[in-house]
């Protein structure tokens, strides 16, 4: 069984930073390119940050510079670095892994950026 588990989310300040993990199991991992989704309020979902089994990384313009985005095939784990976040930034993040047609989604996690 497939299962993506993220965590990190919660809520934090503008300016503030959150890391968010995706915990993998039952795929092989280093095989699968992974990546980070949002969905933000009354908006479709859309890509944050893409990680290749290979380490090419592609991010969303509106996040380059404050976010990155790191796996560690060890663990199965994929990160999401975020910094100096911005209201905008408000939305359920989804933890993603593709593979020729295969695509798997974790059920997300609430990351909130209010004062």
């Known amino acids: 069984q497939v299962q993506l588990v993220e965590s990190g989310g919660g809520l934090v300040q503008p300016g503030g930073s959150l890391r968010l993990s995706c915990a993998v199991s039952?795929?092989?991992?280093?095989?699968?390119?992974m990546g980070w989704y949002r969905q933000r309020p009354g908006k479709q979902r859309e890509l944050v940050a893409i990680i290749g089994s290979g380490g090419r990384i592609n991010f969303a313009d509106s996040v380059k510079g404050r976010f990155t985005i790191s796996r560690d095939n060890a663990k199965n784990t994929v990160y999401l670095q975020m910094n100096n976040l911005k209201p905008e930034d408000t939305a359920v993040y989804y933890c993603?892994?593709?593979?020729?047609?295969?695509?798997?989604w974790g059920k997300g996690t609430l990351v909130t950026v209010s004062s």
């Open positions: 993603y892994g593709g593979y020729y047609g295969l695509d798997y």
């Open positions: 039952g795929i092989t991992f280093s095989l699968y390119r």
